[in-house]
């Protein structure tokens, strides 16, 4: 065996609102794809999300890695069509803007590798 290095792996810390997770539950189920449909089903992202959430509490903090941000975003994607909630629609830009922030440090912090 030979090492020939170290990759780090990045995962912002967010906070979510219920209001947040839900509208993304909603619109992960609409979803055409798949793998953005497995969010919100039972084993998935958004349900995990869902069930982090204590009596009275409004927002939970998680760390997704960079590529459940990307997923998360493509669920948004949603946002285009009719009746999308609200929260939805302020969250899809942040979380773009967050999902790009996440490309940059993993180009920061490992400057040698090339994205998978």
């Known amino acids: 065996m030979k090492q020939s290095g170290f ?8 906070e979510l609102s219920r ?3 839900d509208a993304l539950i909603v619109l992960s189920s609409r ?6 449909k ?8 958004l349900f995990g999300y869902r069930n982090t959430f204590e009596d009275g509490k409004d927002a939970i903090v998680v760390t997704p ?5 990307d997923t998360l975003c493509k669920i948004l994607e949603g946002t285009d069509f009719p ?9 899809r ?9 996440c490309l940059a440090e993993f180009e920061r912090v490992n400057p040698e590798a090339v994205w998978p």
């Open 65 to 69: 890695d960079t590529r459940e941000v």
């Open 7 to 14: 990759w780090y792996e990045v995962k912002p810390v967010i």
């Open 83 to 91: 009746g999308a909630p609200e929260a939805a629609i302020t969250l």
């Open 38 to 45: 497995s969010f919100s089903q039972p084993g998935g992202l």
């Open 93 to 101: 830009f942040p979380l773009n803007a967050l999902f790009r922030e």
């Open 19 to 21: 209001a947040e997770v």
């Open 31 to 36: 979803h055409y794809d798949s793998k953005c």
